[in-house]
Protein backbone atom coordinates (compact mmCIF):
# COMPACT_ATOMS: atom_id res chain seq x y z
CA UNK A 1 0.00 0.00 0.00
CA UNK A 2 1.46 3.18 0.63
CA UNK A 3 1.40 6.77 2.87
CA UNK A 4 -0.84 9.47 1.58
CA UNK A 5 -0.24 13.17 2.92
CA UNK A 6 -2.60 15.72 3.41
CA UNK A 7 -2.13 19.30 3.81
CA UNK A 8 -4.30 20.83 5.80
CA UNK A 9 -2.85 24.27 5.48
CA UNK A 10 -4.54 23.97 1.97
CA UNK A 11 -7.53 23.30 2.84
CA UNK A 12 -7.09 19.28 2.55
CA UNK A 13 -9.13 17.28 4.56
CA UNK A 14 -7.78 14.35 6.68
CA UNK A 15 -9.39 11.25 4.55
CA UNK A 16 -11.96 9.45 7.15
CA UNK A 17 -10.29 6.97 9.68
CA UNK A 18 -12.31 4.02 8.02
CA UNK A 19 -10.15 4.59 5.26
CA UNK A 20 -6.52 4.00 6.21
CA UNK A 21 -5.17 1.68 8.70
CA UNK A 22 -3.40 4.08 11.09
CA UNK A 23 -1.66 7.56 11.28
CA UNK A 24 2.14 8.16 11.54
CA UNK A 25 4.28 11.23 11.98
CA UNK A 26 7.93 10.89 11.89
CA UNK A 27 10.53 11.95 15.15
CA UNK A 28 12.07 15.07 15.04
CA UNK A 29 15.20 13.44 13.80
CA UNK A 30 13.59 11.02 11.14
CA UNK A 31 15.04 8.17 12.77
CA UNK A 32 11.84 6.76 13.58
CA UNK A 33 7.92 6.92 12.95
CA UNK A 34 5.17 6.89 14.97
CA UNK A 35 2.83 4.88 14.28
CA UNK A 36 -0.72 5.06 15.65
CA UNK A 37 -3.36 2.47 14.81
CA UNK A 38 -6.07 -0.15 15.78
CA UNK A 39 -4.05 -2.75 14.83
CA UNK A 40 -1.56 -5.23 16.86
CA UNK A 41 1.52 -4.83 15.08
CA UNK A 42 4.81 -7.11 16.05
CA UNK A 43 8.45 -7.34 14.65
CA UNK A 44 11.69 -6.58 14.60
CA UNK A 45 11.88 -2.34 14.90
CA UNK A 46 8.07 -2.16 16.40
CA UNK A 47 8.17 -0.89 19.64
CA UNK A 48 4.70 -0.52 21.71
CA UNK A 49 4.50 2.85 23.58
CA UNK A 50 1.01 2.85 25.16
CA UNK A 51 -2.91 3.00 24.62
CA UNK A 52 -4.26 6.30 23.69
CA UNK A 53 -6.57 8.01 25.70
CA UNK A 54 -8.78 10.63 24.19
CA UNK A 55 -9.64 12.38 27.44
CA UNK A 56 -5.87 13.27 27.89
CA UNK A 57 -5.95 15.45 24.59
CA UNK A 58 -6.97 19.44 24.86
CA UNK A 59 -10.03 18.23 22.17
CA UNK A 60 -10.80 15.25 23.46
CA UNK A 61 -14.16 14.98 21.14
CA UNK A 62 -12.13 15.10 17.80
CA UNK A 63 -9.97 12.22 18.83
CA UNK A 64 -12.52 9.99 20.18
CA UNK A 65 -12.48 7.61 17.22
CA UNK A 66 -8.75 6.74 18.33
CA UNK A 67 -9.78 4.90 22.23
CA UNK A 68 -8.11 2.23 22.23
CA UNK A 69 -5.45 2.37 19.44
CA UNK A 70 -2.09 1.42 19.43
CA UNK A 71 1.11 4.19 19.65
CA UNK A 72 4.25 2.45 18.15
CA UNK A 73 7.94 3.36 17.75
CA UNK A 74 9.23 1.83 14.52
CA UNK A 75 12.43 2.10 12.60
CA UNK A 76 12.44 3.22 9.13
CA UNK A 77 12.92 -0.53 7.66
CA UNK A 78 10.25 -1.72 9.95
CA UNK A 79 7.82 0.98 8.49
CA UNK A 80 8.78 0.39 4.74
CA UNK A 81 7.51 -3.21 5.45
CA UNK A 82 4.78 -1.90 7.46
CA UNK A 83 4.02 0.28 4.22
CA UNK A 84 3.63 -2.40 1.60
CA UNK A 85 1.01 -3.88 3.75
CA UNK A 86 -0.79 -1.51 5.34
CA UNK A 87 -2.07 2.47 4.58
CA UNK A 88 -1.18 5.11 6.01
CA UNK A 89 -1.55 8.49 6.29
CA UNK A 90 0.53 11.95 7.16
CA UNK A 91 -0.29 15.24 8.06
CA UNK A 92 2.35 17.63 6.42
CA UNK A 93 2.46 20.92 7.50
CA UNK A 94 4.12 23.68 5.12
CA UNK A 95 7.36 25.86 6.44
Known amino acids: MSTYAYYP ?7 HHKFYDGEVQASYDYKYQYIV ?4 LKGRGITF ?4 DPDKYIHPERHEYKKGWNEY ?12 KYKFVREALLD
Do not use: I, S
Open 37 to 40: TPLV
Open 9 to 15: EMDQVKP
Open 49 to 52: MNLL
Open 73 to 84: KVTLNAFKKLEE
